[in-house]
C-alpha cells in the first residue's frame, strides 16, 4: 500500500547550503526563518488556534539525501564519525523515508501577499527545505524530564569564542549577528576534521562566510557577498 503525501510549505532560512546548519534544532534560538505555505494550502483557517502554542512540530524531508539509499549503520558526527550506530538510534538523512522532525518556536503569524506566514525562531533547515506537516508542541505530552539521550544526553558544551573583524562585521546586517555568532560557536565543521589552517565556507544570509578554528576559536577571515549558488 502506498501513502502518497503532499509538500504544504517551505521554509525560507538563512542557510543555502547543508554547511554551517546547526546539528539540532533550538541550539541557536537567535536564528529566523519563515514557513510559506504551498498555494492549495494558504487558509488562515488551517492556522486558527496555533497562536497560543509557544513552539511546533516540523516533519520535513531530507530533499538532498532522497534518493541516495540508506544504511542500516552510520557514523554521527557527535561521535567524530568514528563508530556506528543503528540509523533508527541516529538522525541520519540517509533513512529509508528521508524523513525528519524538528521543534522550533513559534515566534508570530503573519499575513501578506504570500497568504499566511509562520515566523519562526531556532531551526535547523535549509532554505527551500520542503514540510510535510506542523503540529503543536504540547509540553505535557512531548516533554520528558526523566528521558535518556543515549550517546547524545547532553548539548554540546565546549562552545566556541567567535572573534569577526570589524570590518567583516559591518557586511552583515545587525539584526543577523547574534544568529551569525551562534552557528559559528557551535563549530560547523566535521568533527573528525581539526586544521587550525584550513578555512571553511558556508552561505548565510546571502553571504559567503570563511572561517577557521583555532585553540577554540572561531575566527573569521572574510565575509564577502553571496555567490548565489
Do not use: C
Amino acid at each position: 500500500m502506498e501513502y502518497p503525501m503532499q509538500v504544504i510549505a517551505r521554509i525560507h532560512s538563512e542557510f543555502s547550503t547543508k554547511f554551517g546548519v546547526p546539528r539540532q534544532s533550538g541550539l541557536v534560538d537567535a536564528l529566523e526563518a519563515e514557513i510559506v505555505f504551498e498555494p492549495p494550502f494558504r487558509n488562515p483557517d488551517a492556522l486558527r488556534g496555533l497562536e497560543g502554542f509557544s513552539h511546533l512540530w516540523l516533519l520535513w524531508v531530507f530533499d538532498q539525501a532522497a534518493g541516495k539509499g540508506w544504511s542500516p549503520t552510520v557514523r554521527p558526527p557527535r561521535l567524530g564519525g568514528n563508530a556506528r550506530m543503528g540509523v533508527f538510534a541516529t538522525r541520519s538523512p540517509f533513512r529509508p523515508n528521508p524523513i525528519a522532525l524538528s521543534a522550533v518556536r513559534l515566534a508570530g503569524i503573519e499575513h501578506d501577499a504570500r497568504g499566511p506566514i509562520l515566523r519562526i525562531r531556532g531551526a535547523d533547515l535549509m532554505d527551500g527545505t520542503p514540510i510535510l506537516d506542523i503540529k503543536p508542541y504540547i509540553p505535557y505530552a512531548d516533554a520528558h524530564p526523566d528521558a535518556r539521550g543515549g550517546f547524545a544526553s547532553a548539548p554540546p558544551e565546549d562552545l566556541l569564542e567567535v572573534e569577526i573583524p570589524p570590518q567583516w562585521l559591518e557586511n552583515v546586517p545587525p539584526h543577523r549577528r547574534e544568529a551569525l555568532r551562534g552557528v559559528l560557536a557551535q563549530d560547523p565543521r566535521p568533527r573528525y576534521q581539526e586544521d587550525p589552517q584550513r578555512v571553511y565556507g558556508f552561505g548565510f544570509a546571502g553571504l559567503e562566510v570563511r572561517f577557521r578554528v583555532e585553540d577554540g576559536r572561531a575566527i573569521v577571515e572574510e565575509i564577502l557577498p553571496g555567490t548565489g549558488e
